[in-house]
């Protein structure tokens, strides 16, 4: 049995949308951000990214992080990589181009786009999009995402998807990287390939009953 550690709203959804789509039967263990509690050492604290029970599963105190029949592994985009070597099907790569194509996509979403998609998501989780600072923060992390958008606007011209022309884990891992700058609009509706291609994959049955669990998740 696979168990999910990690609240939705997290980069666990990325594991959840995939064990969505893999059509897994699963368990979430909802583990919270230490910092959404005053005080997430207290006696009784709500289970969280410092609690010791969850620093015995991924020392590192980050979710997400699964346990696959006693296997543990931590890092989200890498544990969508596993699901889908260990599940196959379509969602996986078919030959050794496909999975060097899926294994760059991912790479590239985590090493040259998320450290910056995530400065936005971080003003929006602050509330500060309207104040000075968090509009030059989004400013800052847009320009320096310029070259990656438009080179995936590019792939995107000549193919309906990233690898195989079908939906794969490429998908899911890049999408929910990009998924944390879909709140500047301006910046997609200059990507018309890149904003099709993920309103294709968010209308997905799998990313929507993640995204409706999460939006009934407790805050
Ligand atoms: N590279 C890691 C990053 C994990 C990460 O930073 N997770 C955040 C939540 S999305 C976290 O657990 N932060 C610790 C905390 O807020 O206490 C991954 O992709 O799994």
Redesign the pocket.
Known sequence: MLTIY?VY????S?NYWMAEELGLEYKSVP?I????LEN?LASGARL???SPEFRAVNP??????IDDDGFLM??????NLYLARKHGGPLSGQTAIEDGQIAMWTLWA?TEV?PHT?QVVRVYDRKQENTDAGKATIDVSCRSLKWSFAMLENHLAGSSHLVGDRFTVADINICEVLRYVQTEKAVFDSHPNIKSWMARCQSRPGFRRMWETRAKEAA
């Open positions: 990690g709203r997290s980069r666990a990325r583990v951000q230490a910092g959404e997430p969280n990214t410092l590192m105190g980050l979710i997400p992080s931590n890092e989200s985009l890498a544990i985590a998320e995530v």
